[in-house]
């Protein structure tokens, strides 16, 4: 079992969507990740992806990738589930990855006010 924590300044996600919008979303997260949040306030939108990007970080963490080797952002998939509570999906590298070292499942919680987001991964 390893566990991956991150924290994630709001403030700087707010940023980066002001100064490069999609493009900056694009890089971090798939297109399915980026439906149904067009609705949402700046405020709201930037507390909302800087959870998902928070929960990545703690994912890529939990996964004891090589810190010297690449790994794409897109390759760890933040979902919600049924029951809405935020899921994994490893792709490509990142399942590979976890397949070689015996990781069968990510577990996830994601949590943020207006100024913080932090994510706890757990992989097993």
């Known amino acids: 079992m390893n ?16 100064h490069f919008g999609e493009r900056y979303l694009r890089r971090i ?4 990740e980026l439906t149904g949040h ?9 507390q ?6 928070a929960a990545k970080e703690a994912v890529f963490k939990a996964l ?8 794409p952002w897109t390759d760890i998939q933040i979902i ?6 935020p ?5 490509d590298r990142a ?11 990510v577990e996830l919680s994601i949590t943020h006010d207006r100024t913080m987001a932090m994510a706890f991964a757990v992989a097993v």
Do not use: C, K, N
């Open 3 to 18: 566990t991956g924590v991150d924290l994630v300044d709001v403030g700087e996600v707010a940023d980066a969507l002001e």
């Open 29 to 32: 997260h798939r297109a399915e």
């Open 95 to 105: 399942r590979t990855w976890a397949s070689s070292q015996g990781i069968s499942q």
């Open 38 to 46: 067009d609705g949402h306030s700046p405020a709201r939108r930037a």
């Open 80 to 85: 919600s589930t049924p029951g809405g509570w």
């Open 87 to 91: 899921g994994v999906v490893l792709h």
């Open 48 to 53: 909302h992806f800087a959870g998902r990007f």
């Open 64 to 71: 004891h990738f090589p810190s010297d080797r690449a790994l």
